[in-house]
């Protein structure tokens, strides 16, 4: 980076953390004010932080590169978030504004027990720690790798950051500094998309590069096969992806957090619709990015692995100059047919187009197979490399080939994306952690002062833990997939309690208790064994809580017949 991207940087990130933090001196000094940024959000403040909580950088580095590699089938893991925003605005949101509660599992303490609100917290608590570290580590690994930043500081920097802010300010602060963030992320993709589409050949339009993506099979949007082994379908997204989002915003406190600081029932609920609304658009959009991506490739010469220190251990070997000369002539092939199919479909000569295509696909399949060949020359020299390059591929780009101060400018925007989604999870930790545990168990009596105080030690102590598991967290494969597989892990039998509270009058406290800690043995096993893809998990866990808190709570009424 030069001068300029720096200064582009500098004063994206130092303006929006600055005007954030500012709004927020003006929210009340007490523990209300600093949890739920004194419950008096308008709905647009509530869509743009609760849309900035899930679009982590994690998004933004990764979503592109799943779709270079993969296409974009992953935009129908979010098939199912309207349906899961329609019944939080119907169910969800009134029971938590009636009750007023500042985390969602106060109200489990009311239905069933203190076991089982403290036991849904630590389940919360344990994932979104780690996964919070790992939205950490996410920008920080790949701004590592392609600008030579030291992995270390960078992650204490981001974090740092981060929790002083949330320290100082509060949740009005996040909501300010989220809202921006937002702007500016939309701002910078539409961009980077645009980039992508001019640097193109000239004859080559918006529309020509989308027919060439298709044909090469990147816009494989919707897959309505059904295959429990299938990751990305259609029905995995409905159901499995309804149920994941359903625990997530309706269960987990990053994001219950957010709407709970809505004004109103009606502001909440706008807030959520909106964002079942406009998610899926935003995700398609950073997918496309993507796939645009992979057809400015198909006109110059990509990297043969896009993790340049993994690349460089293996740079000088005979090897690799020899996979590099074969690479060199697969994609001068695949050029011509590129250019060719381009052709054919400008004339919409159907004979053409067929045999393009397949010469296209043939020539990329050989270039699959040279990318696996330097994966496992890698292996070979590094066992414990990280072959898994999706995470490097659009920043790889953005570095290399866009304009000055736009490179700053889309660096700003992933560190923007990390920083709200990790804002959220140190505010929902801290909230979880002083609500449900605190205050709730150890010290039970005293002022707003003083909760106020312990909440911003929290806050920094949450900061310090991420900030920990971020140094550890690397060599996980794609970074967007590693959190929701996580939250897959836990989310479905936290969703489970909440059904059962809800729906299942008659179900008591210990029988919901042993259920859930059941239900997640079986999940974590069936995870363990890979009997079926993640998104399926969340279904398995909600639906094993019901079950066994139906058979506990029978099985608990008969004994006390007899």
Request: contains cysteine; aromatic residues 14%; charged residues 15%.
């Amino acid at each position: 980076m030069n001068n300029i991207d720096w200064l582009v940087l500098v004063l994206t990130l130092g303006g929006i953390v600055g005007f954030g933090m500012w709004k927020g001196r003006a929210s009340k000094q007490n523990i209300e004010g600093f949890l739920l940024a004194d419950r008096q959000l308008p709905w647009y403040h509530v869509t743009l932080s609760v849309m900035a909580t899930q679009a982590s950088a994690i998004t933004f580095l990764s979503a592109p590169g799943q779709a270079y590699t993969d296409g974009m089938r992953f935009v129908q893991f979010y098939f199912g978030l309207p349906l899961a925003m329609i019944v939080l605005s119907v169910t969800f949101i009134p029971m938590f504004k009636k009750l007023n509660v500042y985390t969602a599992y106060e109200f489990l303490e009311n239905r069933f027990d203190l076991k089982t609100r403290v036991l849904t917290s630590l389940l919360f608590l344990i994932p979104r720690a780690l996964s919070t570290g790992v939205t950490i580590a996410a920008p920080s690994i790949i701004l590592s790798t392609i600008l030579g930043w030291d992995l270390y500081w960078t992650n204490i920097m981001t974090g740092s950051v981060v929790t002083v802010y949330c320290m100082y300010g509060g949740s009005k602060t996040i909501s300010y500094t989220q809202m921006q963030q937002m702007f500016v992320v939309l701002i910078g993709m539409f961009l980077a998309g645009y980039m992508v589409v001019h640097l193109l050949p000239e004859q080559i339009g918006f529309v020509d590069t989308l027919k060439v993506a298709g044909k090469m099979g990147k816009l494989n949007v919707i897959d309505w096969k059904f295959d429990l082994n299938n990751r990305y379908n259609v029905w995995s997204g409905l159901i499995g992806g309804f149920f994941l989002q359903l625990s997530y915003f309706g269960t987990d406190q990053s994001q219950v957090g957010r709407y709970l600081s809505g004004e109103s029932v009606g502001e909440s609920r706008l807030g959520l619709l909106m964002n079942g609304m406009l998610k899926i658009p935003m995700q398609f959009l950073i997918l496309l990015v993507g796939a645009l991506v992979f057809v400015f490739y198909q006109f110059h010469q990509p990297p043969l692995f896009f993790n340049k220190t993994e690349l460089a251990k293996v740079e000088n070997t005979t090897q690799y100059q020899n996979i590099t000369a074969k690479h060199q002539q697969v994609f001068e092939q695949k050029k011509i047919a590129v250019n060719q199919l381009f052709d054919a479909l400008k004339q919409d000569n159907t004979a053409q187009i067929e045999l393009s295509k397949t010469q296209v696909l043939a020539a990329d399949k050989a270039s699959s197979e040279l990318r696996t060949e330097v994966k496992d020359l890698i292996k070979q020299k590094s066992p414990k490399a990280d072959i898994n390059d999706t995470n490097y591929i659009f920043l790889s780009f953005v570095t290399k080939y866009l304009p000055v101060g736009m490179v700053g400018l889309l660096i700003a925007v992933i560190l923007l994306a990390s920083m709200g989604s990790m804002a959220s999870a140190f505010s929902s930790l801290t909230s979880c952690t002083i609500i449900d545990v605190y205050k709730r168990l150890i010290h039970p009596e005293d002022t707003d002062q003083h909760y106020l105080n312990v909440s911003r030690l929290v806050t920094l102590g949450w900061g310090i833990f991420c900030i920990i598991v971020a140094q550890f967290t690397a060599n996980i494969g794609s970074l967007i997939e590693a959190v929701n597989i996580l939250g897959s892990w836990f989310y479905g039998t936290i969703l489970g309690v909440f059904l059962v509270a809800f729906y299942f009058k008659n179900i008591k406290g210990g029988s919901i208790f042993w259920a859930a800690l059941v239900a997640e043995c079986i999940v974590i096993y069936t995870w363990w064994i890979d009997l079926t893809a993640f998104l399926w998990l969340n279904l398995i866990g909600c639906v094993l809580v019901i079950i066994f808190a139906s058979l506990f709570n029978l099985f608990h009424k008969k004994s006390k017949v007899a």
